[in-house]
């Protein structure tokens, strides 16, 4: 059974961090490219961050800079860190194990960016 589970969510003020991390299971994670995606209430799930097998990361326009998403393949775990968090960061963030035509989806966790 596939399982993905992110965490790191919560409530952060303007200007503040946040490190996600998505521990997966049920495959062999070295194999998979890794993603971050996002949806706001009203807004269309966008992909925020991916990274390839090899480690190579890219990023969406909207987020180069502030967020960086990294791999250890020991822990098969992937990671979001997230800095100057700004309010229309505010959103679920899912993470996405992909591999052909494989794809697999975590539960979300909610990022809430205000003061």
């Known amino acids: 059974q596939v399982q993905l589970v992110e965490s790191g969510g919560g409530l952060v003020q303007p200007g503040g961090s946040l490190r996600l991390s998505c521990a997966a299971s049920g495959i062999t994670f070295s194999l998979y490219r890794m993603g971050w995606y996002r949806q706001a209430p009203g807004k269309q799930r966008e992909l925020v961050a991916s990274?390839?097998?090899?480690?190579?990361?890219n990023y969406a326009a909207s987020v180069e800079g502030r967020f960086t998403i990294a791999r250890d393949n020991a822990k098969n775990t992937v990671y979001l860190q997230i800095n100057n968090l700004q309010p229309n960061d505010t959103a679920a963030y899912y993470c996405?194990?992909?591999?052909?035509?494989?794809?697999?989806w975590g539960q979300g966790t909610q990022v809430t960016v205000s003061s």
């Open positions: 990274i390839t097998t090899g480690g190579s990361p």
């Open positions: 996405t194990a992909a591999w052909i035509s494989r794809q697999y």
